[in-house]
Every structure is written in C-alpha cells, then in structure tokens.
C-alpha cells in the first residue's frame, strides 16, 4: 500500500510542528509506503495523471514536552525516485499544500480532479477546496460567528471598527497569522484599514475582537464531520494572535452545535479533514486546505491524532468507497 502526499517543498517543512510530516509519520508506523511530490511534480499524460514523486523513510521523532517534536535537522531518507501512474500505483493522495488558494494551487486541483474520477481517494476533494473558501465558508452561518465584514472599501470598514470598538483584520488569502491586525476604534484606524486593504485595491475580513480570546482558541479537528480531538490555543502576552497549543479542551454542547451545522456542508464537498476555530462559542475559521495541528497536539498531549487520522482514512472500508 502506498499514499501520495503532494505538498510544498520538504525541505521548507518544520518537521517539529509541521502537520503534513506528523501524517508521514502516521503513515510510516502503519507499514505503508510515503511517497511525495511537489505540485509542479504532477502531469497528465493522454488522462492519465503520473508523478515524479520520491519514497521517504521518515526519521524517528521523540516528544520535547511542549508542542514540539526532537527531529534530526534532516528529517528524512530518500529511498526511492520513480515517474508514477498515480491512479494505478497509489490507494490514497494526500492533498498538503498551504495556501493560499493561488494559480499554482487551483491547476493541482484540476489534475487531481482526474484522479478522483479514475477512483483514487482524493483529500481533501479538489473541488471542494476550490468550493469552500476557509475564511468565507463560516459566513454561510452567521448566527455561529462573530459580527463580520468582507470588503475593500476603507470607509466602511472604518464604519464597522467604529461601531465594534475592536476588530481583527485579517487578508482573505491569508495565513497562518500573516497579516493579521488588530485595529481598535483610535486615530490609527484608518490609516491601518488603508494599509490593510493596500488603499482600498484588496478584501480582508474584519471580525468584532472578542476579549474572551484570552481564555483560548479551542481547535476542533474533524474527520468526516465528527470531532476526532480538541485543543486549546491562547496568545501570548506579546502577541494578540494565536500562538501553539497549550493544552487539552473539552467539548461543548456549542461545539456540537457547529459541526452538526456545518458538517453537512463539508460532506457534500469532500472535506475529510478539516479544523475548526472557535471562539467563546463563536466559529471563526473552517481551515481545510491543509488542516494542520495534529502534529503540535500530538506533541504536547501525547494523543495520536496523526495515527488515528490515517488509520481511518487506510481502512479498507474506505478504500472500497
């Protein structure tokens, strides 16, 4: 058996956090094959989609205490090089690219859209991802989020900061924390929204601030809809944002509410793996490009999300599907 992880270069992942290598590793212990290529690395050939992909023998990792792994500096072996059928040599393709959802993204979705109509389990599903924005797809259930405004226009969103006191603004193609702000309801306002939105030219999401925050961001990871573990992230006394996590979370009767709402949607577009951010019971992000944090979690808890992840994905019930 093998799995095809398609994803940004090896060497720029953290192995110590980086999400994508905990599945490796995952996929390793369960006598599997991890071969992995580069989008660039994909072509069809008369419909057939091939990769010039490379076996990995992923080196040994051990817990550091925090949300970190003890990784060599050079974190894998190369074991095999190959031009690949994907459709006949691959169970399963891992799609692990970061955003954002670029050119160079969506062509990777429409070559992996060929294999899942040759029957390769595609995840998560090309189409959805091309489907449902991360940072958008919350607001089709605003009665989960925080008050919200998707624009470019300065003044209005001026207007809303005025009228929340507080908002977090952040690009719509965003992440990972890059270019997130927090604009209070001061003199610096405005400059900052024009800063944000790069003079009026980009949309960015403002979100009402909520204190709260300071409790926690609880990530929710999901697995066909069903929350498979939970976490808990704060910011740290430098940083507004959300930093790593930081320790276990429970799961609440809101955080039942907003899979059971948003879980028919996923479905209906393939998104296997995703994470939930909420709030003070209050959605703000459905992050299923490449759902991370598993790994961190892993680390820190000494859960294995990672493992249970690809045990489910490689049970031959699914690969039957």
Request: glycine share 8%; with cysteine; aromatic share 4%.
């Amino acid at each position: 058996m093998r799995v095809l992880f398609v994803t940004d270069p090896l060497a720029g992942l953290q192995a110590e956090v980086d999400a994508t290598v905990g599945l490796m590793i995952a996929t390793q212990a369960l006598g599997v094959e991890v071969w992995a290529c580069g989008p660039e690395e994909i072509a069809a050939v008369d419909g057939r989609v091939i990769a010039r992909a490379r076996r990995l023998r992923v080196r040994p990792v051990e817990r550091r205490g925090d949300h970190r792994w003890i990784v060599d500096t050079t974190w894998w072996d190369e074991i095999d090089r190959d031009v690949l059928d994907v459709a006949a040599e691959f169970e399963l393709v891992q799609l692990r690219i970061d955003p954002p959802v670029d050119a160079r993204y969506l062509h990777t979705t429409y070559l992996l859209d060929l294999l899942e109509s040759a029957g390769v389990r595609v995840v998560n599903r090309p189409e959805g991802i091309r489907a449902l924005h991360e940072k958008v797809v919350a607001l089709q259930f605003p009665e989960l989020c925080p008050e919200t405004v998707v624009s470019a226009e300065v003044g209005m969103l001026r207007a809303f900061v005025a009228r929340v006191g507080a908002a977090v603004v952040k690009p719509v193609d965003g992440f990972a924390g890059i270019g997130v702000w927090l604009v209070r309801d001061d003199p610096s306002a405005t400059a900052l929204v024009e800063s944000a939105t790069r003079g009026g030219t980009r949309h960015v999401i403002a979100q009402a601030y909520l204190p709260d925050v300071e409790a926690g961001n609880k990530r929710l990871f999901l697995l066909d809809g069903e929350i498979v573990g939970t976490v808990l992230r704060r910011p740290s006394r430098e940083d507004f944002r959300i930093g790593p996590p930081v320790a276990a979370a429970e799961v609440e009767a809101i955080d039942l509410r907003i899979v059971d709402a948003l879980a028919p949607l996923l479905a209906r577009h393939g998104i296997v793996l995703a994470g939930l951010d909420v709030i003070d019971g209050r959605l703000i992000e459905v992050n299923l490009t490449c759902p991370g944090g598993m790994h961190k979690t892993d680390a820190l808890l000494g859960t294995d999300l990672s493992g249970d992840i690809m045990r489910r994905l490689l049970s031959r019930e699914r690969v039957l599907r």
